[in-house]
């Protein structure tokens, strides 16, 4: 089975700066999907981003990007002009493209804070 | 459109019960899930099902069991709760196999005294 492992338990940033979330992951398939959700204390997953393997360029939603390093299996998330209500749980998952597909592996996540 | 709805939000057990968690959605999705979130273990797949009367095993099976009659619904039935079932579970689904992106409903918190 993937691996996906987030190493940093929980992390702050003052509000209006910039912060960083890493993510490494284990397989040995070449296509693959990507993401990075989102878990409020109202404990509702919500997708923040996602990567396709096969895309070079790296995903952008306003405030959060992705540094999707493919030969280095590093996917980090970078969430700029930090807002109190990024405050939150970030998971980090893996899903396969291929017949195996039917499953997410998260990683066990990262506790972000932001300071006023 | 709700999305996906699981009941209850709370619940608390004695050792020995049984109890049935239940997940409806109503955006016709073939595939749904049950994950269990514990503190620094993230969320782990209990079962899943990729239509209506297809279901298989996830990470952590053992202790549940699942059903899917229709495509609207995938209950979670705990047999006989041991402390460790102690959780927040999460129902989720997706459009289909190559659908990327999860819905999850609000969870569940059990507490297995």
């Known amino acids: 089975a993937q691996t996906v492992t987030q190493s940093q338990p929980e992390m702050s940033v003052q509000e209006a700066e910039t912060v960083t979330l890493s993510c490494t992951y284990d397989t040995s398939e070449s296509d693959y999907y990507l993401f990075w959700y989102k878990q409020p204390p109202s404990r509702q997953m919500i997708l923040v981003i996602r990567q396709e393997a096969y895309k070079q360029q790296n995903a952008t939603e306003n405030r959060f990007s992705v540094n999707f390093q493919k030969a280095a299996k590093s996917f980090s998330l970078k969430i700029s002009d930090s807002q109190l209500g990024d405050a939150a749980m970030y998971f980090c998952?893996?899903?396969?493209?291929?017949?195996?597909?039917?499953?997410?592996?998260f990683g066990t996540g990262t506790s972000l804070t932001v300071i006023p | 459109n709700a999305g996906v709805t699981q009941t209850p939000k709370f619940q608390v057990l004695k050792t020995g019960q049984s109890m049935t968690l239940q997940c409806a959605q109503d955006m016709n999705h073939e595939y749904m899930s049950w994950y269990r979130q514990d503190p620094g273990m993230g969320l782990r797949l209990i079962h899943y099902s990729v239509g209506a009367g297809i279901t298989d095993q996830g990470e952590v099976p053992n202790g549940y069991n699942v059903s899917r009659s229709t495509t609207e619904d995938f209950p979670l039935r705990l047999l006989s709760a041991a402390p460790s079932q102690t959780s927040v579970y999460f129902c989720?689904?997706?459009?289909?196999?190559?659908?990327?992106?999860?819905?999850f409903g609000e969870g569940s918190w059990l507490t297995v005294v």
């Open positions: 998952a893996y899903r396969s493209s291929g017949n195996t597909g039917n499953q997410f592996y």
């Open positions: 989720a689904s997706r459009p289909n196999r190559s659908g990327n992106t999860i819905y």
